[in-house]
């Protein structure tokens, strides 16, 4: 029987490994509900999650360091809402955000971000940039921690993406076309600093496995083929390039438009990609996904978690044996759902959230029922 990092990394070479490997976790506060007890067991023992090791500095602010920063109470209605106002300092200036945090909700909302005007976009193209640093005592300490339990993979800052999501997202878009020089100054400058740490810090024995966050933001509906070749290719390709260089892996969260776009990652250094979401959430068909780029890129997915809410389990087990016996032979496949969380991220009623628990076990045992090698059709 092979361990969680075992099956992952046979999975991940493309070769068949006793199972297929299972992604699953369920958020914070539904492990307190009565329910999770059972299902907490069953994860702990069978799961094959990736786990994150840290080591690579990337910067507190767009690859900057950060000199003050400092989160202030501007406005507090006890039982309806807060408000906070973020600030940092930086050697580009200042920046400021505002966040909502409604009364008894987990999440938040922006109402300002940090980059809003045109001249907080330009502070950050043209301000000189420091080396950026790694921490290997750091990345050494989260691989003895992680152990077998999974494949441990090291975050990469990727400065589009964290620019979309910190930005006023109209005007990113506006800037793609208007101020296409500060952008790719701005792009050159921070996918330098990412490319020259990767280089040491791989050169160091950091590594190999690395994971990105941003490509959800950078295609349809937001923007398409020809600002995708321009803005994110290259730089993307240039990051990628250094990761193979010296034998590691690259996978990407990526949630929905996709389909038209994997074999242009594949060809820019993506080796893994998830969640796969199919319609209505995304627009991937997990089968021709397999045909197109099954060979060189793990497929993770394609497990709908946001519709746990109104499943069976027993429609649950069907979604599961299809994914895996569309995707799974020959290796390359991890059984994974479109939620991070399984679709436990919501505040939900005791009673809902019971059937939303019990449709994530329904989903790990399907795994386990269907997931054993040689693949039955």
Known sequence: MMTHRQRFETAWSFREPDRIPIEARISPHAQKHPAAARLLELIAAVVDNPIGVGGLNFGEFFGLPVTCQEKTLIEDRPGEFQRYQHCRETAAG??????????????????????????????????????????????????????????????VW?????????????????????????????????????????????????????????????????????????????????????????????????????????????????DAIEPL????????????????????????????SERFLFLTPAEVRAQVRDAIRTAAPGGGFALRTS???CGTCMQLPDDIMAKVLANVEAYILAGIEFGQYPIRG
């Open 277 to 304: 979401e199919h319609p209505p959430a995304g627009d991937v068909d997990l089968a021709e996904a397999k045909r197109l780029v099954g060979r060189h890129m793990m497929l993770c997915g394609n497990i709908a």
């Open 94 to 155: 200042t920046f400021t955000a505002i966040t909502y945090h409604p009364a008894g909700e987990l999440d938040y909302h922006w109402e300002k971000r940090y980059v809003t005007t045109l001249d907080d976009f330009k502070r950050l193209a043209e301000t000189l940039r420091p080396p950026l640093t790694f921490d290997k005592a750091k990345w050494q300490d989260g691989m003895t921690k992680a152990g077998d339990r999974g494949a441990p993979i090291i975050g």
């Open 158 to 270: 990727h400065p589009l993406g964290d620019l979309v999501r910190n930005a006023t997202t109209e005007e990113v878009y506006i800037w793609f076309h208007a101020e296409r020089e500060a952008m790719h100054r701005f792009l050159e400058a921070a996918n330098n600093q990412v490319a020259e740490l990767l280089e040491r810090a791989l050169t160091a024995g950091l590594g190999p496995y690395f994971s990105v966050c941003a490509h959800e933001m950078l295609l349809p509906p937001w923007i398409g083929h020809a600002l995708f070749d321009e803005f994110v290719f290259p730089y993307d390709k240039r990051v990628n390039d250094v990761i193979h260089r010296h034998g590691g892996k690259l996978r990407a969260h990526c949630h929905g438009n996709c389909m038209d776009f994997l074999e242009k990652m594949a060809d820019m250094g993506i």
């Open 339 to 341: 939620g991070g969380h």
